[in-house]
């Protein structure tokens, strides 16, 4: 089973700030990397698929990089209905997902 | 507008059964491959199963194989997931997702306890 490890497990970031996350796979998965938001009581949406291409609707403030067993969330401004837990999720070898970032104002 | 509408959860006893039942609407639902995908209380997302657009790959993870079984009835528009043998260790939200979790329902509780 391929192993997602996120970091850090909470970030505390300002509004307006830039937020990094980062999810590192146990071994390559290539670019079958997608990203999700999860707030309180909804389910997970989808942000980020295939490790760099954003997903219908999602603003341009969130971006994602990576290959291999190295991957990013970047939310270059971030806004207030950003803050939730964010997940990755490999695809390259069915699904797992990362524990998740709990991404909370500072 | 697509939606995914779940019923079937609830509270069960160790051992005991539950099926799980998912209604699609607002697409082509038979051309889509389908997922059930859990999340215990306060913790990360698990994925459970995978069915294609056919029923003609059905895939578990190992944590439920054997007790679960995913099926889909196309002519109907829905996705269903039997659960048996369960345990405390099944306790969670259960969510149905569409190909690559583009879409996903708003889950429904399944509590096991006696």
């Known amino acids: 089973e391929i192993v997602l490890t996120q970091s850090p497990a909470t970030l505390s970031v300002p509004p307006g700030e830039r937020a990094t996350l980062s999810c590192r796979a146990s071994?390559?998965?290539?670019?079958?990397v997608a990203w999700f938001q999860q707030k309180p009581g909804q389910a997970p949406r989808l942000l980020i698929y295939?490790?760099?291409t954003r997903a219908t609707g999602i603003p341009a403030r969130f971006s994602g990089s990576g290959s291999g067993t190295e991957f990013t969330l970047t939310i270059s401004s971030l806004q207030s209905e950003d803050f939730a837990v964010y997940y990755c999720?490999?695809?390259?070898?069915?699904?797992?997902f990362g524990q998740g970032t709990k991404l909370e104002i500072k | 507008e697509v939606q995914l509408v779940e019923s079937g959860g609830g509270l069960v006893q160790p051992g005991g059964s539950l099926r799980l039942s998912c209604a699609a609407s607002?697409?082509?639902?038979?051309?889509?491959?389908m997922n059930w995908v859990r999340q215990a209380p306060g913790k990360g997302l698990e994925w459970v199963s995978y069915?294609?657009?056919?029923?003609?790959?059905?895939f578990y993870a190992d944590s439920v194989k054997g007790r679960f079984t995913i099926s889909r009835d196309n002519a109907e528009n829905s996705l269903s997931l039997q659960m048996n043998a369960l345990r405390d260790g099944d306790t969670a939200i259960y969510y149905c997702?569409?190909?690559?979790?583009?879409?996903w329902s708003q889950g429904t509780l399944v509590t096991v306890s006696s």
């Open positions: 999720q490999q695809y390259n070898n069915w699904y797992t």
């Open positions: 071994q390559s998965v290539g670019s079958n």
């Open positions: 295939g490790a760099s």
């Open positions: 607002g697409f082509t639902f038979s051309s889509y491959e």
């Open positions: 069915i294609d657009s056919r029923s003609s790959l059905i």
């Open positions: 997702a569409t190909t690559s979790m583009t879409y």
